[in-house]
């Protein structure tokens, strides 16, 4: 029982946590307690002497597409791991090791939801940067330069995350940075193997005076098959992946449902 109630604590610390990272987006313009708490504590982390953490921390953010400093996300790794120590307290009646090791975990919640999410988004960009590069090849072999074809791609695709992406290279081209440097500032930012090798044959092809069309059409077949090699190891790699659950919740309940009325019966009950 009193596992089961150390789970459901857990789970609603969980949701807590996917509750509170959206509102540091709107904390500026809410008024809840939620965004009142996290500016507070916010507030407190700016005085710590943790710039390596801001560092890293704030890069994440960034890749993730979230627009907030790292001391706001620190306030809600704070209030998460606090809140689940207060209601495993309250749900228990007692400070107990499970209570204080479930808090503590419940500090690195934040930072694994920041995780997913730039994991997701690599995902994202990697599957649609063979299309962008083949509709850049077919612009550039129509005769537009570089600069009106990405326009025009800009212009005429849905909104996406690589679209995002390319959109903020193209405005630091028209603030004055070179085009080689934009290309620089896209591979750094994304650090995506795939945009790298992109990003370098732009350069090349610029530098050297390369046909482009041809080199991007051949980058973009093999980011194809590399994402078809790598969906094809996820396949193969997924009847381990569910070994562990169909072991521990799913075969349990089948045994219960099989067995248990042949047990009962045996019992006379």
Known sequence: MLLLIYVLLFAASFFLCLELIPEIRRKEKGKGLISWLISKVASFNRRLKID????????????????????????VKELVSLFLFLLLIAGTGKIDTMAILLSITGFFLPDIWLKEKIAQKRKKIIRELPYFMDILALCVE?????????????????????????????????????????????????????????????????RMGMSLGQTLRVQSEQIRTSNFLRAEKSAHEAPVKLLFPLIVFIFPVIFIVLLGPVLLQMLGI
């Not at 390596?52 to 001391?71: P, V």
């Open 142 to 206: 129509a005769g537009l330069d570089f600069g009106a074809a990405i326009n025009r791609i800009l212009q005429k695709s849905r909104p996406s995350v690589l679209k995002e992406e390319i959109n903020l290279m193209l405005k630091e081209i028209r603030v004055g940075r070179s085009r080689e440097e934009a290309l620089h500032n896209l591979a750094r930012r994304l650090n995506i193997p795939e945009v790298s090798a992109f990003c370098s044959s732009l350069i090349q092809s610029d």
């Open 52 to 75: 390596s953490f801001r560092k890293s921390t704030q890069e994440k953010l960034s890749y993730a597409g979230y627009s907030i400093n790292a001391d706001s996300f620190l306030a």
